[in-house]
């Protein structure tokens, strides 16, 4: 049963021990938190219980009806039920104090104790709730025990009475910190009789009560009144050593009421720092408003090993300190990387340092995934320019396999490295723009534009010619604006390639079938529903020609006769108002020993008719051909559907590649 402090029970008078011990403030026990629920379990489980104020226990039959024929005689009833129900309250009061667990209340139900004390007792305790108990209990107390115990002349208790004031009437001042008192006078009074503040005397207090606060309060008060006097004054604390009784206060403070700490934090942050106590300050300066000030302290007093050991990562402080760093000491490679340690999302405010530190750690795709969230912000110049070279590096080296496939002429397989190679050196433009850089991108457009054609030109027939892939290659090559000469004539091959490509498609469009084009009413109907694909036809060889009118390259001569011939032929087939003459004399003059150019202008230059034909015709037998081949390709040249069996003729402007693909494959007719 509850075990009773018998040394202080002894120190109550004894006149006035047998009701004392009733009075709702007097609890002498001494209980552990294993003892108080095994006292608990013992009282819920007895059928009777015994209670003299003091104590309470289990009562037998017997001893109940002992107890009840005496109280019918008149005499003190231990056993009497608002006895009891006072006893369990006061107990369970205590255990509250103490903080112990209280889940087993519900069960002294069974001898009347109400919900209401129960869900008290149960409650964490506060002061508006240690109020209320108090206050129930001396209620309690007056309205159902006081009478059958208070002697005749004692003065009797009101629901005003102070809670523990009966220690003070006994000047037993120690015992009244111990039940949480909450008037504010009795604390006043109990202070003043056991608080010294040079001799800090020895009792128990229940930590963070009202009393223990006050008390704290006091002891703080004290140091700082000292801290305010003179110079003279604070001389003689020094000479006194009132400086270790500063200490001795402050310690005795927070052993009162540990949370006085957050009551006056500056004052405690101060403390702590100068006694160097940084593990007690920390928590402390975290429960600052003013992140920035808490930051502040933190960076003057704290060294980087504490900081690491102490400070949350991505808290509140740790990002106020690392503006605190960061914005002192801004582009320094190791204080980046110092706050990247404990405030690893730095890199929302501080995206150019994490940009920076990224690229240190060669965590290059982190570091572009990064530059390409930011919007107004600026980066270090270096950074990107490393950041750039880096993609460019990678980019060169899958430029370097997609060339060696070229030299192969595996233009299906150039694909996928040219491709990685581009979106390499866009993501090295996009961090770095510079000539340098751009001609390289402009290099890589052109070598996958002259893949796509030339995969195309070896793959396909011109009736299946892939002409999406070949209008891309050509939108390719328009974005490239190359400076180096080399790069500006290779660009120019191929761009004119996929010109011509695209012409020998809209060529094979355009081509009427046999039967069509011998009726003059369905050659017209024909030439009127293409209308706009001969129009685009005649365009681009108009913009070849441009492109190549000042060549000395002979490949590029080629292509220009080629494109002049078919311009000429163009505006002859199809009745275009324009003089065709100029473009088959451009033709020749562009691949002279073209015997179809030669014969083409010895048709239509009355004058040259005799010399061009003695030039051309040797020409034509050289090749395999006679006149008569010439006549029969000439008569069905624009036909879709030419007959093979009339002329061997296939091609008259690749003659040295007669009967053979290649990768520059020009022409229909």
């Not at 600052?288 to 502040?296: C, K, N, P, R």
Request: with cysteine.
């Amino acid at each position: 049963m509850p075990r009773i402090n018998q040394d202080l029970l002894e120190r109550i008078p004894e006149e006035k021990r047998w009701y004392l011990g009733y009075y709702p403030d007097v609890l002498l026990y001494q209980d552990d938190k294993h003892e108080y629920s095994e006292a608990i379990y013992h009282l819920a489980n007895a059928k009777y219980l015994y209670a003299n104020g003091y104590n309470i226990r289990p009562a037998s039959t017997l001893r109940y009806a002992f107890e009840a024929f005496k109280g019918w005689l008149g005499f003190n009833n231990h056993c009497e039920t608002q006895k009891v129900q006072l006893g369990l309250y006061k107990f369970a009061y205590y255990g509250y104090l103490k903080g112990y667990p209280q889940g087993a209340l519900h069960s002294l139900q069974r001898h009347g104790v109400s919900e209401q004390f129960i869900r008290q007792f149960s409650s964490p305790r506060k002061n508006d709730v240690t109020q209320k108990i108090q206050n129930d209990l001396i209620k309690f107390y007056a309205d159902h025990v006081q009478a059958s115990v208070i002697p005749e002349g004692q003065p009797k208790i009101s629901d005003e009475y102070s809670f523990g004031n009966t220690w003070a009437n006994l000047e037993l001042w120690s015992e009244i910190p111990k039940l949480d008192p909450q008037n504010d006078l009795l604390i006043q009074r109990t202070i003043s009789q056991l608080e010294n503040m040079s001799s800090l005397p020895n009792y128990v207090s229940i930590q963070n009560s009202k009393y223990a606060f006050e008390v704290a309060k006091q002891c703080i008060e004290h140091v700082k009144s000292r801290r305010n006097t003179s110079l003279a004054a604070k001389f003689l604390n020094y000479v006194l050593n009132l400086s270790a009784d500063n200490e001795a206060l402050i310690a005795r403070a927070i052993q009162f009421a540990p949370d006085i700490c957050l009551q006056d934090k500056q004052f405690f942050i101060a403390f702590y720092l100068e006694r160097k106590n940084f593990k007690a300050a920390l928590p402390l300066i975290e429960l600052l408003e003013d992140t920035t000030e808490a930051a502040i302290l933190v960076k003057k007093h704290f060294n980087n090993e504490q900081v690491l050991a102490l400070i949350k990562k991505d808290s509140p402080l740790a990002a106020a300190l690392s503006e605190q760093y960061l914005t002192a000491d801004t582009e320094n490679l190791k204080t980046i990387k110092f706050v990247a340690t404990f405030y690893p999302s730095f890199a929302q405010k501080f995206p150019a340092q994490a940009l920076r530190l990224l690229v240190s750690e060669e965590k290059y795709e982190e570091a572009y995934q990064l530059f390409t969230g930011l919007k107004d912000c600026q980066i270090y110049v270096d950074d990107l320019v490393k950041l750039a070279d880096y993609f460019e590096d990678l980019s060169l080296s899958k430029e370097k396999a997609a060339v060696a496939l070229r030299e192969q002429q595996n233009w299906i397989g150039i694909e996928t490295p040219i491709l990685q190679a581009i979106r390499l050196i866009k993501k090295a433009l996009e961090l770095d723009e510079n000539d340098d850089r751009s001609e390289k991108h402009y290099r890589q457009l052109r070598l996958y534009a002259e893949s796509l054609i030339n995969n195309d030109i070896v793959t396909h027939e011109i009736e299946t010619c892939q002409i999406e892939q070949i209008i891309k290659a050509i939108n390719l090559l328009n974005q490239c604006k190359p400076v180096a000469s080399n790069e500006k004539k290779l660009h120019q091959k191929v761009l004119v390639t996929g010109l011509m490509r695209q012409v020998d498609y809209l060529i094979y469009t355009i081509s009427p079938l046999a039967i069509d084009a011998e009726s003059h009413t369905k050659l017209a109907e024909h030439n009127d529903k293409h209308s706009d694909n001969i129009r685009n036809t005649a365009q681009l060889l108009r913009k070849i020609i441009d492109l190549c009118n000042d060549t000395s390259d002979k490949e590029l001569k080629l292509i220009l006769g080629k494109a002049n011939f078919l311009y000429g032929d163009l505006i002859k087939f199809f009745g275009l108002n324009e003089n065709c003459n100029p473009y088959f004399r451009a033709a020749m003059k562009a691949v002279p020993n073209n015997p179809f150019y030669i014969l083409r202008c010895s048709e239509i230059f009355e004058e040259e008719k005799d010399k061009l034909r003695e030039k051309g015709v040797p020409l034509l037998r050289a090749l395999g051909y006679e006149p008569i081949h010439y006549l029969r390709w000439d008569e069905q040249r624009w036909y879709k559907d030419k007959s093979s069996a009339l002329t061997p003729i296939q091609d008259i402007h690749n003659l040295g590649e007669k009967g053979q693909k290649r990768s520059f494959s020009f022409s229909l007719i």
